[in-house]
């Protein structure tokens, strides 16, 4: 399975709201999506394995952080190492656009997320309490302080596909 990446699109929507759909409790509408691909302190991603969208990755980029918004795959695509790769193309891509510092926030009971980013290097730096709406659930706040330096993931980028089930 070949995987690339590029900038998400309006005829990527489609397929986004799918995966979002099927992903959270509480998902993003397309009206936010089309809006967040056109704000200019986002960045969204897709991985397309041919013409079907694998998974999609944002971030926003405020001076020299960013803060992954969502990272979904789609339900056929799981456990194929995508998630891993999203989140190694939004790390780089962060680091080629000078920043220094990512964060996310990610729900306790995402064992799996939360496994992906602590290998990535990301560490516990705080909880948001009650911050999901459809169940009053904690936020996980993480951060990874370097980006570019060995304890960010990026010198894996080269690697991506490594791994992946055909």
């Known amino acids: 399975m070949k995987i690339t990446f590029c900038e998400m ?7 986004v709201v799918e995966i979002e ?17 056109k704000n200019k302190f986002a960045h969204y991603i897709v991985a397309m394995s041919g013409k079907q969208v694998a998974g999609y990755g944002g971030m926003w980029l405020i001076l020299k952080d960013a803060q992954i918004t969502n990272v979904a795959v789609h339900p056929d695509y799981r456990m194929n190492g995508i998630g891993r790769m999203l989140m190694l193309e939004l790390m780089r891509r962060a680091v080629l656009m000078g920043v220094d510092r990512m964060t996310l926030e990610v729900r306790p009971s995402n064992l799996v997320a939360r496994h992906l980013y602590t290998t990535l290097g990301f560490e516990k730096k705080g909880v948001r309490k009650r911050y999901y709406t459809d169940n009053n659930e ?13 304890g960010g993931g990026i010198s894996a980028c080269r690697n991506i596909e490594r791994g992946l089930k055909p």
């Open 138 to 150: 904690d936020a996980i706040i993480m951060w990874i302080y370097d980006l570019s330096g060995s």
């Open 9 to 15: 699109q309006p005829e990527h929507l489609d397929q």
């Open 21 to 37: 759909q099927a992903s959270f409790p509480t998902p993003w509408s397309r009206q936010a999506f089309s809006s967040e691909i």
